[in-house]
């Protein structure tokens, strides 16, 4: 299949690897910060020959998503930029696909952990190989957030539970049943000791509507490709992060997102 049903919403039955690849294209036409020995051009060198539909993105397609990955990208570097600006030397990014931050905020004390399914890790090494990339800071892991233990996974891959770390979950949570985002949030809070931070987005039903049904809605307009799983009001979803630990900052309400105005995309940031 092309492209032609994606640029209409029509995705398919598709999984999170594909996903992960559309999310990495749009972000690759996005002109973003990068530190002083990062690589500025790292995304774009990532997505060469990706074809996640079978046929090249049709460039409309990567411009009509501009603006939710533009706000996404522009939360998430600065919240990293903030982390390694206050002395953070860790940042874990939970569901990372190719995300490209470790290549361009490349830092000698800073160690990126990047966490996401086994075959998005495979394939990322391989692309990271071919470009000749320095990886001499990451530490790729690969599991399945919705049923493996991120505590677990990051003992063996070397995290310092004694050093503060940032936690990221982008584009993420609403993928996760309920009991994996508790069980996640609640084992980044077990790695985090005192000045660790947590940025994620969540995808927030509006007050007043069933939000098993705007799941439901949500998942049949995109033909069952990557269903969400947890769509909720905004006030369940900082009970979730607030029931692990975290002490919930100023969660913001952004736009409106998937050809809908029942659900908003919010960018939540938390502390240890």
Known sequence: MTDERAKDGDFGAFGMPQIRQVAALGRSILNRPHTREGDAEAQIALVQGMQPFGGPIDPEMLEKM??????????????????????????????????????????????????????????????????GA?????????????????????????HDLTAPTFF???????????????????SLFSRARPGSRLALTIEASNEGLDPTQVRERRN??????????????????????????????SPESVLEVMHTHEIHTQAVTATA
């Open 168 to 186: 990221m979950c982008e584009q993420l949570n609403a993928t996760l049943s309920p009991w994996a985002n508790a069980r996640l949030l609640a």
């Open 134 to 158: 320095d990886v001499t800071q990451l530490r790729p892991i690969g599991l399945d957030l919705e049923v493996d233990d991120v505590a677990v996974a990051l003992t063996s891959a070397g």
């Open 220 to 249: 049949a307009f995109f033909g069952g490709s990557a269903p969400m799983k947890t769509i909720v009001p905004r006030a369940e979803w900082l009970g979730l992060v607030g029931d692990a630990g975290w002490r919930v900052e």
């Open 66 to 131: 501009r603006p939710l990955t533009g706000f996404r990208s522009d939360f998430f570097d600065n919240e990293v930029l903030k982390a390694l600006a206050s002395g953070i030397t860790q940042v874990v990014n939970c569901g990372a696909g190719y995300d490209d931050r470790a290549l361009r905020f490349r830092d000698s004390a800073v160690t990126y952990f990047e966490l996401d399914l086994p075959e998005v890790i495979v394939d990322k090494n391989s692309r990271l190989e071919r470009m």
